[in-house]
């Protein structure tokens, strides 16, 4: 099979930035708004939601000629549904804290549309190797959409970053950021999220209305650019057949 | 009985408003966001999410008594995502057999029920906490309604928005969220409602 | 009971669930659309912030694109 130059690594890019899950597509927004009190938590949440995307995508891929097409949908739930048990067994034995912090979130991964959508549209029609760098791709960027969502809660809300409650391996610190008493608890609670969300996707917005109108004016002054040489090359060959 | 009634009460009402599903626990962002631009689609959405989750609860109480007993208590989200799956063909079917109507209005939504993290949220924290079988009850339908209540307001809400005069960068979704944000702001108000009551 | 009869009740629960699942699954796909219902579709107004890839209305309207 032929193609483009550089295909894998935009196939893998454009999980990122063009089509972020989470602040392009709007998909997965439950976890997002969820598990974002802490970096830490929304780091956890984006490992497990990549792990269970990646495994789920290589399956459905392997299986894309055998599963019949009737019976597709039905497929996809259970394969994914059962990643999502082995992850939550896996999750509850090695890491405990992780597992009380996401709570039932963990199982809800089974009803993220991304997994199920990345199955349908992607998984199914494309070969392992290309599934699995798309599915690293809609992980990892996910995975940063929520760690920016995250950060914002976390600094703003508590005024300080603290990591090790939930990964016990490494040990407790903590970064005071914005000193003690001036911190909005507003963002550690459920509007907090909507709000740190709503200015995200505000600004994706203001940046793309910014490239479209710029695009727009230099479409324009082109055309007039076009408009003026033609006028001054008629008026030249008019001027010469006088 | 009395008593064991007024708790019902209090727990439909608590999780109905107090710990409202889509503002405070966060299920169900998606056809709140998704399917809320006109009232009509709302109530639809919602009055579909509300008949899902009574029938997956009454299913999936005994089931998963069932899956204990079997020793297999682990395979619940499997077993769960199932149930919840065939409910919604199943109710889909029933519609487009009988009801040319209901299904005019609520076929587009069937397929987004079965992805609709407020099912099965409800269904798997019911077992996460080891709810009796009243409790669940009491659950499900407080959060249905509280999905119900929600969404119906926010689309109200929305439909004024679009005459409003926003910035160009908030128009659409981030104005929503900001509303869906004071909507939160408000029903947090509503917290301790309950404080005075000893039962 | 003993070791067998769980197992055997456990597999027995999970395929039945499944065998409903699919059985319902392949019923509702091949119910004729009712009368009027042929050409729904989704619209700006009616979804607007889903972009659900596995919705069976949005590759009807992906495939119209």
């Known amino acids: ?242 | 009985m009395m008593k064991i009634l007024v708790t019902f009460v209090l727990a439909i009402i608590s999780s109905m408003l107090i710990d409202n599903v889509v503002l405070s626990r966060f299920y169900g962002i998606c056809p709140f966001l998704g399917v809320s631009k006109k009232v009509k689609s709302s109530l639809g959405m919602g009055l579909a999410v509300v008949f899902v989750i009574m029938l997956a609860t009454l299913i999936c109480w005994p089931l998963y008594q069932l899956l204990q007993l079997a020793g297999i208590a682990f395979m619940d989200t499997v077993a769960y995502i199932l149930v919840i799956a065939s409910l919604v063909q199943l109710v889909g079917l029933f519609i487009k057999k009988y009801s040319p109507t209901l299904y005019k209005n609520l076929g587009i939504y069937l397929p987004l029920i079965t992805t609709n993290c407020a099912v099965l949220g409800v269904v798997q924290s019911n077992t996460d906490q080891a709810l009796t079988f009243l409790d669940s009850i009491a659950n499900a339908l407080g959060t249905s309604i509280g999905f119900l209540i929600v969404i119906v307001l926010f689309s109200c809400i929305r439909v004024r928005l679009e005459s409003a005069n926003t910035p160009k960068a908030f128009k659409g979704l981030p104005i929503a969220l900001i509303v869906a944000a004071i909507m939160a702001l408000a029903f947090m108000g509503l917290q301790g409602l309950f404080s005075g009551i000893n039962l | 009971m003993n070791q067998t009869g769980y197992l055997i009740l456990s597999i027995s629960i999970l395929v039945i669930l499944l065998a409903v699942f699919i059985v319902s699954f392949i019923l509702y796909k091949r119910t004729p659309l009712p009368k009027g219902c042929e050409k729904l579709k989704i619209s700006e107004e009616n979804c607007s912030a889903c972009q659900n890839k596995g919705c069976e209305f949005y590759q009807k309207k992906d495939e119209e694109e």
């Not at chain 1, 690594?9 to 709007?26: C, H, T, Y």
């Not at chain 1, 991304?114 to 960027?141: C, H, P, Q, W």
């Open chain 1, 1 to 242: 099979m032929k193609r483009e130059k550089g295909f894998t690594k935009r196939n893998f890019l454009k999980g990122i930035l063009a089509e972020n899950p989470l602040f392009v597509s709007i998909l997965g927004t439950c976890p997002a708004l969820a598990t974002t009190k802490t970096v830490e938590a929304a780091i956890g949440m984006g490992i497990l939601f990549t792990i269970v995307l990646v495994c789920s995508s290589i399956l459905v891929s392997l299986l894309r000629k055998i599963i019949s097409e009737e019976i597709r949908t039905p497929a996809y739930i259970v394969i994914i549904a059962t990643f999502v048990t082995i992850v939550k067994m896996f999750t509850n034995a090695f890491l405990p804290e992780l597992y009380l912090t996401l709570g039932v979130f963990i199982s809800l991964i089974v009803v993220n549309c991304i997994v199920l959508g990345r199955a349908e549209a992607y998984a199914s029609k494309n070969t392992v190797f290309d599934s699995l760098i798309d599915a690293l791709g809609m992980g990892l960027g996910y995975t940063l959409a929520i760690i920016t969502m995250a950060v914002f809660r976390e600094i703003l809300g508590t005024g300080a970053f603290s990591f090790g409650k939930i990964f016990t391996f490494i040990p407790y610190f903590k970064l005071q950021i914005i000193p003690k008493g001036y911190e909005i608890s507003l963002f550690q609670n459920p509007a907090g999220a909507f709000i740190v969300f709503a200015l995200i996707l505000a600004v994706i917005a203001f940046i793309k209305n910014r490239k479209a109108e710029l695009k727009s004016n230099l479409e324009k002054q082109e055309k007039i650019r076009k408009q003026q040489e033609a006028k001054m090359a008629a008026e030249s060959s008019g001027g010469e057949s006088k």
